[in-house]
């Protein structure tokens, strides 16, 4: 159900089902919003509803919590079984993903691993610091400095990012060449 509250709107606590899957959604909109999220074994079909031919398959299962009061906070953490992409011609190899995210405050961080067959065959990790003011989208293009690292296939990469490194009168984050 969906209501006015302060400056802005509440959705309470609302069950969507889905070829087999569900979740639970909830939140608010306005000067402190927050989004809370639970999915179980929620196919990914479900995304072409809003992102037609994105053609994605398997399923979520996992929890996102997120709030914006004084400070913002969060925590996502999401299993991913069998995700695959079609296109007209070709079909990727399923794999299976699992990310942990994490937002408190002025920095925010995640990991990542992907495994097929059991094996792993990706990992990623990210740190962004400070992450300044604003939506955290915004907050995130604006990081002062950023660590990325991936590592593919036993490959390994590492991407520091910082507005420090600028030259002056640079107005567009560079763009991170993978070694």
């Not at 179980?40 to 996102?64: E, I």
């Not at 794999?95 to 094996?119: C, E, F, P, T």
């Not at 507005?163 to 567009?172: D, F, I, Q």
Request: net charge positive; charged share 15%.
């Amino acid at each position: 159900m969906l209501t006015r509250s302060g400056d802005g709107w509440a959705l309470a606590p609302t069950s969507i089902s889905f070829a087999g899957g569900n979740a639970t959604v909830s939140g608010r909109s306005g000067s402190a919003p927050e989004v809370h999220a639970q999915l179980r074994a929620m196919p990914l079909d479900v995304l072409d509803l809003f992102w037609p031919n994105l053609n994605l398959s398997g399923s979520a299962t996992g929890r996102l919590d997120y709030a914006w009061k004084s400070n913002r906070s969060g925590r996502l953490d999401l299993k991913v079984h069998g995700l695959s992409r079609a296109g007209l011609v070709l079909a990727s190899k399923p794999i299976d993903v699992a990310i942990a995210a994490l937002v408190s405050g002025n920095q925010a961080g995640l990991r990542a691993v992907a495994a097929s067959d059991g094996a792993i065959v990706g990992r990623a990790q990210a740190r962004f610091a400070p992450l300044g003011s604003g939506p955290l989208v915004a907050a995130n293009s604006a990081c002062a400095a950023c660590d990325i690292s991936v590592e593919t296939f036993g490959w390994v990469t590492s991407i520091p990012i910082s507005t420090a490194s600028r030259s002056p009168g640079r107005t567009k984050t560079p763009t991170p060449q993978l070694r």
